[in-house]
């Protein structure tokens, strides 16, 4: 498999630790610094330059920002400058409900800040709590060993030897082409029957602003308050209409998306500079698939993918980083297994709720029950996560840890030897 070059700076500074997480947005870096608070050796690797940007829907629901608040990251991403999200309001049609966030809670509001801001600040958060993370480096493979077990991976560059790190256990954060899934045959539990489409943008807006979700038939959009005085200001579609009208270039079909939502929306989406950039995801069905294996683990949407439009992605990203770290630092077999049909159990109810949403097969009649139907489950996943304690420091190496028997054998090379095997 072919790989980024390297920079020269960018070498791992051991030879074997206990957790590689590949891949460092949120799930992988939330991840490496959960496990490193505990103490454990964590090495991350991200292809891309350390804040990067990348396509995000930004708007975190209540989980995510309990989460952030557990860790002791809501107040850094306050003071970087992240707006207050304190109502969210749903515009059915010509019908407006407007919902206050901080009443009744102990969470001030929601957030949704940029990722340049939120991946930033989870990765310094790994690094002070003692991992190791390289930016700008990919990669190649994994190996394994005789008897099927992820026991590292592999980096390669153009001109150099590649370099082998090993690890107890190799965690695929690395998004919905997941190499590590790829590589250990990680297989599909469950596929969504849905594909929706979205296009991108931002645009001015004042102090004080709140979350805005827009839907008339067979079509939806959102006002996302973020950094920088901006708000992402999205049109979304059914893939199929996405295909048809969107072709010819995103620009002029996003506007008249918006401006039948609602000319106030379209409006505000004018002015953005002329010369903004737009981006656009086709759309992908949802998938859950297979949670771990022998030395391997996925997170994130390299487990488990859900359409946008409900904006829960970065959610479960944090909640599985959490329980992943849980099950890593307990390092028994049934810990893991506990892991996965938690993630599932959790995972099946986001997903069919969204694409009660992302299928556009809704009326204005019957859309505000789908919204309240998302809305139960995420008040269960917000009551589920304030009873978790926060994973700890162990006080000796947990079992995944031991030394295996098997280490005079040489080591397989996954992608020649994916046999797909199971737990």
Request: with cysteine; hydrophobic share 45%.
């Amino acid at each position: 498999m072919a790989s980024n070059p390297i920079s020269l700076m960018a070498v791992p500074k051991r030879s074997h630790y206990d957790a590689i997480i590949v891949g460092a947005r949120c799930a992988g870096a939330a991840t490496a610094m959960l496990l490193a608070r505990a103490s454990l050796k964590v090495l991350a690797i991200e292809r891309k330059p350390y804040g990067s940007d990348t396509l995000s829907t930004h708007a975190l629901m209540r989980p995510a920002v309990l989460q952030l608040w557990r860790w002791g990251l809501l107040d850094p991403l306050l003071r970087a400058g992240t707006p207050l999200i304190e109502t969210t309001t749903f515009h059915y049609g010509d019908e407006e409900i407007t919902i206050p966030l901080a009443a009744g809670s102990e969470l001030p509001g929601l957030i949704a800040p940029r990722r340049t801001v939120l991946d930033r600040i989870l990765v310094d958060a790994a690094r002070k709590a003692g991992a190791e993370v390289l930016h700008e480096m990919a990669v190649g493979d994994l190996f394994a060993d005789t008897h099927g077990r992820v026991r590292g991976i592999e980096i390669r560059a153009a001109g150099r030897a590649s370099v082998r790190v090993s690890a107890d256990i190799v965690v695929g954060a690395d998004g919905i082409g997941s190499l590590v899934a790829k590589c250990v045959d990680a297989q599909p539990l469950r596929h969504g029957a849905v594909s929706a489409a979205h296009v991108y943008g931002y645009a001015p807006v004042e102090p004080g602003a709140g979350y805005h979700w827009y839907f008339r038939d067979g079509i939806a959009g959102s006002f996302i308050p973020t950094n920088d005085g901006l708000a992402c200001i999205v049109a979304s579609v059914p893939t199929g209409l996405f295909d048809q009208r969107f072709r010819l270039g995103h620009a002029r079909a996003r506007m008249d998306v918006l401006e039948a939502l609602s000319p106030a929306l379209a409006a505000q989406a004018s002015l953005a500079p002329k010369d903004a950039r737009l981006q656009a995801f086709r759309g992908l069905p949802g998938y859950i698939r297979q949670a771990y294996g022998p030395g391997w683990a996925l997170v994130g949407d390299a487990g488990f993918f859900r359409d946008p439009i409900t904006s829960h992605g970065i959610s479960d990203a944090l909640r599985d980083a959490e329980s992943l770290a849980r099950a890593i630092l307990d390092g028994s077999g049934a810990a893991f297994a506990v892991w996965q049909q938690l993630r599932d159990l959790i995972a099946n109810q986001i997903l069919d709720t969204t694409d009660a949403v992302a299928g556009f097969d809704w009326t204005l009649d019957d859309i505000g029950e789908r919204h309240r139907r998302f809305s139960a489950v995420l008040k269960a996943e917000v009551q589920a996560l304030a009873g978790q304690p926060i994973p700890a420091r162990r006080a000796s190496k947990p079992a995944t840890y031991r030394a295996p028997a098997n280490q005079d054998k040489p080591p397989a090379d996954l992608s020649r030897n994916r046999t797909g095997a199971r737990p």
